[in-house]
């Protein structure tokens, strides 16, 4: 089991300050049309009665599109979405999307008190069923996005203060 896709696509968009209309571009990076009432229903709470769960498949394209956001389209064709997703998966996508090599990963890890050496950072981008493949558990992955969350996040009145100046 993993963190819910519905929590991921919240802590992405509250990280990094994403509006219904840069979410709706993300997705579309990867042609995955999406609406605002789509998004609305997603970032709802899970006890709304109006609250729909965020399939594998949408959130890999969200992703896959915020790769994109970051690092820019590639050559060749859209990357497919995954079908089922994990948090390796996650992890290892989000890795890619902010250009972080082990050492920023484990910088991020850090502002939420997890210390871990780069080789067991390392087992969770192994193949599964290999030597020394660890699969990445929903407390570490909610304590990087919290990482995440420290160093990106700009508190809003640090924001609006840097943009009087």
């Known amino acids: 089991m993993f963190v819910g896709n519905n929590d991921v696509l919240r802590r992405l968009r509250y990280i990094f300050d994403f509006s219904d209309s840069k979410m709706i571009r993300i997705f579309g990076h990867v042609e995955c049309a999406v609406t605002r009432a789509e998004i609305s229903d997603w970032l709802k709470k899970d006890d709304d009665p109006a609250f729909v769960q965020c399939s ?3 959130l890999a394209s969200f992703l896959n599109g915020v790769i994109i956001e970051f690092r820019g389209k590639q050559a060749g064709a859209l990357p497919v979405p995954a079908t089922r ?4 998966i996650i ?6 999307a902010m250009n972080l090599q082990a050492e920023g990963l484990l910088e991020i890890l850090e502002l ?3 210390t871990i050496s780069k080789h067991e950072l390392s087992a969770f981008f ?3 069923g290999t030597p020394h493949y660890r699969v990445c558990q929903d407390q570490l992955l909610r304590r990087f996005l919290t990482g995440l969350q420290q160093k990106y996040r700009t508190p809003r009145e ?8």
């Open 91 to 96: 992890l290892r996508k989000l890795k890619i």
């Open 112 to 114: 939420d008190g997890v």
């Open 158 to 165: 640090t924001h609006s203060d840097s943009q009087n100046r």
């Open 85 to 88: 997703l994990n948090n390796n």
């Open 126 to 128: 192994r193949k599964p």
């Open 56 to 58: 594998d498949q949408t």
